[in-house]
């Protein structure tokens, strides 16, 4: 069984101008231990997909299909299940840490937090050993325990966040954008702590990113979205050396390989820009742009046709392998 | 070796220097402190270097936004005074494109407005319909009138960025420096921007100045690349010898970062670059200088001394005690 | 950058909808209404009421009357009709209130833009005086002018203008600050902007809104700011306002004569103008900023 399963998930909104489609049809597993990729652009709906597995769309979205986490539909789930659910099952990294933490708390109090909440330990004492222990494990010296975040470098702020988000043990962690707002070496630095808190203790992820470079590191499987579908998904190795729909192509291509001559002087070239969120038409939503699109492609949505191990969603080049 | 001929310079920063004091009695942060750098028309410089490195304020000294506390900034080899009426037409010749686009322009001008400001400013064309036409379609904007009467918020990322560069344009600058251009922007629609600054440089002959922390970028569009680091120059010379041959140690490791494909490089620099109040004595990198913490060198000079940028080779230059 | 605290995309902004949510704000149509009501009353006095129908002289009213079909809002002391007071005082204090605001709006708007763009002490010095002029006590001064330059609506436009103006340019600068740091004006500056064409092209217009949304407010306080002097006297003894109408039936004896209608009548006019102002000032800022509320 896996741990999360996404079934045919649809979302939309509704708005004063009709229905907006940010989700259209999603189907995806994590497996336990696994870190799978969910690569796309801003409102591709990475980010909404992800708030439906601990529950967190807003309210007014209308959500249909199965989204379930062990086994379990969360949307069925009584109010104190889902509450359960949250942080202690799978919890969140977000990309800001600013916005993530309290400015009038301690990063030590904010850790312990969601363990005196959920009751994952007995005593506020041993919470606060536990505590301190996460920020070893992400490299934050013990002596900041006491800190507040405005005394911590963008770098340690991130990986607060992180020790947080693995306050309770979760099975899965969400990590929403985590490193883009950072330098590269930070960057990389907090990819590691995160990357092996996560494969130490068996725990699954789901990576958002636009970066392709990042999810290659970290990821076991990618999810290429687009439009409110996923276009293409498999194996890390699969996607990214031979990608097959043509958006996952320009999405490689934007991240020119430094050192490589070919790459000099010849910026990848898309046209158009991803589609405003929410309102797709008939056919492939990607044909406007793509410079492999036939007339099929504007008449009908294709469907993701392949193996487990690459599939693509695509009339032109896909489905086959 | 056959001595080269430099490309003339048109834009040039000689030893400027930059500080910053915190409030009253604050520490004192030294932005930049003694580079000199310079832009050659139909060039492509990039400016390379994590947060808090100083790239930005230097690319604001450049532009004279900024009055540099020592050092002189020179246009054509003469240097700026940095009266009212001189920088006025100095801005005729140096433009800048920023990181935001959305922030960049003002949300109640619509995109004629915007690209028509720098005209308006500098005293009005007559034919100032035709230049902004022509600005919006060099900036690949086509049909131009079509966009005359939208506001920013109806234009998406890419679009903004045009108009940005358009209203750059339309004054018929000799440089342009473009402060993390495509960094806001989905990966996809970078490409195209870029591109465009490279047809730019091409047809026009500009001197462009590409600030950045993305590496790949600069691989993809500079022909000439300098490496900072908490407000001094590491290293610099022609992008592809730099990075085929990185000589220091801050230039290696930023390189294997970015270049990282299926895994976390092993040889992560340690820590985070140090507050700008608080710049480690010799050679600023050394607290987190890998050379230095194998063991490999005697670390004595890197302490003590703060190395000059020094040719190693022609137009390649390295600021480091040991450059390998 | 989304967290996932996804907000649901809100529906497209722009003039011609501003509009259209404020025909159907009804709120802010009453308020318009009512405000249309006062304004033709005040500009249709003259001809309704002729200047001979205030003469205390030529008054054929019966003092004191309660309200019916010939005086619609009863008499005063001296049978006058309280329905022509009204509307002759409407004029004065929408002039005055209207004046008023002008005054404060254009010299708080002023001062607030310079002393929060100008750095150094162009600035620090607008600020100071702005928070030397916000401590100006109102009563105080409007006596002292008064007494001054003598009773007239010219000194009580100029009294209430002169305190008024500080609370608008503290709010300006405030906003000019967050402005000011924007990209576009370091754009701007960078195409060669010099500072008046900076504050004039950029900082205005984005601070307008927040301005215009102000005067609604402050155009209710300046109305019941003359009501107040009008009704301790300061203002001219020759023309009528609604507070010098309140001032007039406290000193004839209404309450103790039961005339509610002398008081009722000026005092709910100024109720419902000001109601009419802050009911349609919600909706102005909506109105007139072309980039409200857009998704990304």
Redesign the interface.
């Known amino acids: 069984m896996s741990l999360v399963s996404l079934r045919n998930v649809e979302l939309a909104f509704d708005s004063s101008s009709g229905p907006l489609h940010i989700l259209r049809g999603v189907t995806l597993d994590v497996q336990e231990g696994e870190v799978v990729g969910i690569a796309g652009e801003s409102g591709c709906g990475k980010t909404t997909l992800a708030s439906t597995i601990l529950r967190l769309q807003p309210p007014t979205a209308r959500l249909s299909g199965g989204v379930m986490v062990n086994g379990v539909d969360v949307n069925q789930m009584a109010w104190g299940d889902v509450r359960a659910l949250r942080w202690a099952v799978g919890s969140v990294v977000f990309q800001g840490a600013l916005h993530s933490l309290n400015p009038v708390q301690t990063i030590g109090q904010q850790i312990m937090e969601p363990m005196l909440i959920h009751g994952t330990q007995p005593s506020p004492s041993l919470a606060r050993h536990t505590a301190q222990e996460l920020l070893v494990e992400v490299g934050v010296p013990i002596t900041r325990f006491g800190a507040y975040p405005h005394q911590l470098s963008g770098g340690q702020r991130q990986r607060v966040v992180i020790a947080m988000a693995m306050a309770c043990r979760p099975q899965l962690v969400i990590a929403d954008e985590p490193t883009t707002a950072l330098d590269v070496m930070v960057q990389a630095q907090v990819l590691e702590v995160l990357l092996n808190l996560v494969r130490s203790h068996n725990m699954s992820m789901l990576f958002i990113s636009h970066d392709l470079s990042v999810l290659a590191q970290v990821a076991d499987r990618i999810a290429v979205m687009y439009a409110g579908r996923i276009i293409e998904e498999g194996t890390t190795s699969q996607v990214l050396e031979h990608p097959l729909h043509p958006y996952t192509r320009a999405l490689v291509d934007a991240f020119p390989v430094i050192g490589d001559p070919r790459h000099r002087f010849a910026p990848a070239s898309l046209s158009g820009e991803p589609p405003v969120p929410g309102r797709y038409g008939v056919g492939c939503a990607f044909a406007p742009r793509c410079p492999a699109s036939e007339d099929q492609c504007t008449q009908a949505e294709p469907t993701l046709l392949g193996t487990m191990d690459h599939r693509v969603a695509c009339f032109v080049t896909g489905g086959r392998e | 070796m056959t001595s080269s001929i430099e490309p003339p310079r048109i834009l040039e920063a000689r030893d400027v220097s930059l500080s910053f004091t915190h409030g009253h009695g604050g520490a004192t942060a030294r932005a930049v402190d003694g580079v000199s750098l310079s832009l050659a028309p139909g060039r492509t410089l990039a400016l390379v270097g994590e947060s808090g490195c100083g790239k930005s304020t230097l690319a604001r000294i450049l532009l004279g936004l900024i009055t540099p506390d020592n050092g002189q900034v020179r246009l054509r080899d003469t240097p700026i005074d940095y009266s009212t009426a001189s920088l006025k037409e100095m801005r005729r010749q140096v433009q800048l494109v920023l990181q935001d686009p959305l922030g960049s322009l003002n949300p109640r001008h619509t995109v004629y407005a915007a690209v028509a400001e720098g005209l308006r400013i500098h005293g009005g064309a007559d034919d100032e319909s035709r230049r902004v036409h022509d600005a919006l379609a060099s900036a690949g904007l086509r049909p131009p009138e079509t966009f005359y009467r939208r506001y920013p918020r109806q234009l998406s990322g890419g679009q903004r960025q045009r108009v940005v560069i358009a209203g750059a344009l339309v004054l018929q600058p000799q440089v342009l420096i473009a402060d993390e251009p495509v960094s806001s922007l989905d990966a996809s629609v970078r490409g195209e921007i870029l591109s465009l600054l490279v047809s730019l440089r091409q047809e026009r002959q500009l001197a462009l100045l590409l600030v950045t922390h993305d590496l790949g970028a600069a691989w993809s569009i500079a022909d000439d690349i300098a490496v900072m680091y908490l407000g001094r120059i590491v290293e610099t010379g022609p992008t592809e010898v730099v990075v085929r041959e990185p000589k220091h140690p801050y230039t290696r490791a930023l390189l294997a970062v970015a270049r990282a494909s299926r895994r976390i490089p092993a040889e992560l620099l340690p820590g985070e670059p140090p507050d700008p109040t608080r710049i480690p004595s010799g050679c600023r990198f050394h607290p987190r200088c890998p050379l230095l913490s194998s063991g490999e060198i005697d670390g004595t000079p890197c302490k003590e001394e703060d190395p000059r940028l020094r040719a190693i080779s022609v137009q390649h230059s390295v600021a480091c005690h040991y450059p390998e | 950058?989304?967290?996932?605290?996804?907000?649901?995309?809100?529906?497209?902004g722009g003039f011609r909808d501003g509009m259209r949510r404020l025909v159907r704000s009804r709120t802010a149509l009453a308020g318009a209404l009512v405000l249309v009501g006062f304004l033709v009353m005040a500009l249709t006095a003259p001809l309704l009421f002729p200047e001979s129908t205030l003469s205390v002289t030529r008054a054929d009213g019966p003092p004191f009357s309660p309200p019916s079909l010939a005086y619609p809002l009863g008499t005063d002391e001296d049978g006058r009709s309280v329905l022509a007071l009204v509307a002759w005082g409407a004029r004065v204090s929408l002039l005055v209130g209207l004046g008023a605001t002008a005054i404060s709006m254009s010299l708080g708007t002023a001062i607030g833009i310079a002393s929060g763009h100008y750095r150094g002490w162009i600035g620090a010095a607008l600020d100071r005086v702005t928070d030397w002029f916000l401590v100006i006590p109102f009563l105080p001064l409007a006596i002292v002018l008064a007494t001054v330059l003598g009773p007239s609506i010219w000194t009580i436009t100029a009294v209430i203008g002169l305190t008024a103006w500080p609370g608008t340019a503290r709010l300006v600068r405030a906003h000019t600050l967050s402005v000011s740091a924007?990209?576009?004006l370091?754009?701007?500056?960078?195409?060669?902007?010099?500072n008046a064409?900076q504050m004039i092209?950029?900082i205005l217009?984005?601070v307008m809104p927040l301005v215009l949304a102000n005067t609604t407010l402050a155009i209710s306080i300046a109305i019941l700011s003359e009501t107040t002097l009008s009704f301790l006297g300061l203002g001219d003894p020759g023309s009528i306002s609604w507070g010098s109408i309140l001032d007039q039936g406290f000193q004839a004896g209404a309450i103790s004569e039961g005339a509610w209608w002398y008081l009722g009548a000026p005092g709910i006019c100024v109720v419902l103008v000001v109601l009419a102002f802050n009911l349609i000032g919600r909706s102005i800022e909506a109105l007139l900023?072309?980039?409200t509320s857009?998704?990304?």
Do not use: C, Q, V, W
Not at chain 3, 1 to 11: D, G, I, R, V
Not at chain 3, 186 to 194: K, M, Q, V
């Open positions: 950058m989304t967290t996932l605290e996804f907000k649901a995309p809100s529906p497209a924007r990209p576009y370091e754009r701007s500056r960078a195409l060669g902007a010099r064409h092209h950029h217009p984005n900023d072309p980039s857009d998704n990304p």
